[in-house]
């Protein structure tokens, strides 16, 4: 059983920048492909980014490419999601997934496990 815990939500202007963290517990990190998605209020949880186990092959929102940064640090049991440029239509809950697949999985619905999510409010 894999425990998922995101942090470094928060408020921020508009235009500011935030790093958020995933960070994994209870099984072999460097296993899991991993991804961040987000759900806004009165929104479905969409894909943000992902990255996967074996090469750290990434993989983008359009909405985020050339804004966001995922990375990972398997020594550290951690994923990261750097976020720049933030707009306000970035506020959301961000959520971390983790999944026993080569593949990053963009459907929101079908992941192994998920953390509780983290508040990101952008203020304009």
């Known amino acids: 059983q894999v425990q998922l815990v995101e942090s470094g939500g928060g408020l921020v202007q508009t235009g500011g920048s935030l790093n958020l963290s995933c960070a994994a517990s209870?099984?072999?990190?460097?296993?899991?492909?991993m991804a961040w998605f987000r759900q806004a209020p009165g929104k479905e949880r969409e894909f943000v980014a992902g990255?996967?186990?074996?090469?750290?092959?990434?993989r983008y929102a359009d909405s985020v490419k050339g804004r966001f940064t995922i990375s990972r640090d398997n020594a550290k049991n951690t994923m990261y999601l750097r976020m720049n440029s933030l707009k306000p239509e970035d506020t959301a809950v961000y959520y971390c997934?983790?999944?026993?697949?080569?593949?990053?999985?963009?459907?929101?619905?079908?992941?192994?496990?998920w953390g509780q999510g983290t508040q990101v409010t952008v203020s304009s």
């Open positions: 997934t983790a999944d026993l697949t080569a593949a990053i999985i963009t459907l929101p619905n079908v992941h192994d496990y």
């Open positions: 990255i996967t186990r074996t090469f750290g092959s990434t």
């Open positions: 209870g099984g072999t990190f460097s296993r899991y492909t």
